[in-house]
């Protein structure tokens, strides 16, 4: 198969991963229509023709509902005249269809201008990326993964219920309630610090809050990889300095063991790993903060314990302070 | 807010976990986040018009992003909304409608209702 660039090969491939084989490339393809039996298409000539480039992807085929998608691979950001465009080649199928419900999509690596989102609206097109209230640039991985998400949620969704997507603009907000969110995700993993196991996704100091708080420590270890703690159902964090992974994983909790550096006290008197599992072992999460080099968790709002790359710190919060001494 | 066709809320959380064993209905469940397809049942969300009442519109999915897009606090007439930044109100402008984002809109501006922003 022939593609006119890097971004429509991209396109095809994971529409063909998503869909499976029901996807084609075509370039220049002279637009037919299924019914020629209109009074306005009948002619001596047959019916208008237009020149199109079309990924067309099938989603359902009893009944048939197809997807035609127009990838614009430009220099700029797409303009309302190839919304336009494409609002016409999608209302003209759906006209003189037979039985098929055609949706149209445009997707642009370098983004839309203002005025297109008013033009998807009324045409009933989606497009990916979204235009949202702010100037934002999503690279062109993130343009393709929104793609990908679009295509497989579409074909479940044409396998419950379609119909409901035929008037504008059902069509445009179900697509841009898919890929909406990935502003959010743009932003809160743009430090690429914490990961949730086993997927490895990008994730937050929320979500790993949210996952481990209120959870019972049962287990410390010190890795070369950095300080590892189980959780209550199977939950662990690793610490790496630069890294913050956590989450259901039994890998998590896999490496080669050190001898951790362990402290204690606001004073960091060394002691062992022993006395720090003693204390925290069985207490609830309370709270924790990230300071950079390391992160900090509360127990039972008594303890504050410390994971850092080579070990653990230990305090009481208790006051006055020196009679909580550990 | 979820709610019942006879206006009952609905918690959230529970119809998530309960519907998202049914994966034919999960259209994602991904690093994004989570859809799932409700147009069959009688789900609806209750939205904060300018005037103050509620609107029910009937839900067709659920989605519950992992990293949550921002929600700004609107003083428009005598009501306080809850709205994302995308969220879109149409003003007066110079004897014309336009449409401006919850994150563009002023103090001053003049719905096409015809209540005021205050902040």
Redesign the interface.
């Given at each position: 198969m022939n593609f006119k660039n890097e971004l429509e090969r991209q396109c095809f491939e994971i529409a063909e991963h998503a869909l499976g084989a029901n996807v084609t490339i075509e370039h220049n393809k002279s637009l037919e229509i299924e019914s020629a039996l209109f009074p306005e298409v009948a002619s001596f000539k047959g019916p208008p023709t237009k020149e199109v480039d079309v990924l067309v992807a099938e989603l359902l085929s009893d009944p048939r509902v197809v997807l035609l998608v127009s990838c614009k691979s430009l220099a700029r950001p797409a303009e309302p005249a190839h919304i336009q465009e494409w609002g016409a080649v999608v209302q003209t199928m759906n006209r003189y269809s037979d039985s098929t419900l055609y949706f149209g999509l445009v997707l642009s690596a370098t983004g839309f201008t203002d005025g297109c989102e008013a033009w998807g609206t009324s045409h009933n097109l989606g497009i990916v990326p979204p235009l949202k209230g702010r100037r934002l640039t999503f690279n062109e991985d993130t343009v393709l993964r929104m793609f990908e998400r679009v295509l497989r949620a579409l074909q479940v969704r044409a396998r419950l219920q379609v119909d409901d997507l035929r008037a504008a603009p059902a069509f445009f907000d179900f697509v841009y309630r898919l890929v909406a969110d990935f502003e959010g995700h743009q932003e809160g993993t743009a430090d690429g610090r914490y990961f949730l196991a086993p997927q490895g996704w990008a994730s937050s100091f929320g979500e790993m809050y949210s996952t481990i708080g209120g959870r019972k420590v049962q287990e410390l270890w010190a890795f070369d990889t950095g300080a590892v703690m189980e959780l209550s159902g199977g939950i662990a964090v690793r610490f790496e300095e630069s890294s913050v992974h956590f989450g259901h994983d039994p890998e998590i909790t896999k490496g080669t063991p050190r001898i951790p550096q362990c402290v204690k006290n606001i004073d960091l008197e060394p002691c062992t790993l022993e006395l720090v599992k003693s204390v925290v072992v069985g207490k609830s999460i309370t709270s924790a903060g990230d300071f950079g080099d390391y992160l900090e968790i509360g127990l039972d709002q008594r303890f504050n314990l410390g994971l850092h790359g080579g070990g653990f710190h230990l305090i009481s919060t208790e006051t006055p302070f020196e009679q909580h001494q550990l | 807010m979820l709610v019942t066709r006879d206006g009952e809320p609905i918690q959230i959380e529970l119809i998530v976990d309960r519907l998202r064993q049914q994966r034919?209905?999960?259209?994602?469940d991904?690093?994004?986040?989570l859809?799932i397809?409700v147009?069959?049942l009688t789900v609806y969300s209750l939205e904060p018009t300018e005037s103050g009442e509620f609107l029910a519109r009937h839900v067709?999915?659920i989605?519950r992003?992992?990293?949550?897009?921002?929600v700004l606090r609107k003083q428009i007439g005598a009501t306080v909304l809850s709205v994302t930044?995308?969220a879109v109100f149409v003003v007066k402008d110079a004897g014309a409608l336009r449409k401006v984002?919850?994150?563009?809109l002023e103090p001053g501006m003049v719905l096409a209702s015809g209540d005021k922003v205050y902040r």
């Open positions: - | 034919e209905r999960v259209l994602a991904d690093e994004i986040g859809v397809y147009g069959d067709t999915e989605s992003p992992r990293f949550a897009t921002r930044v995308d984002r919850a994150e563009r």
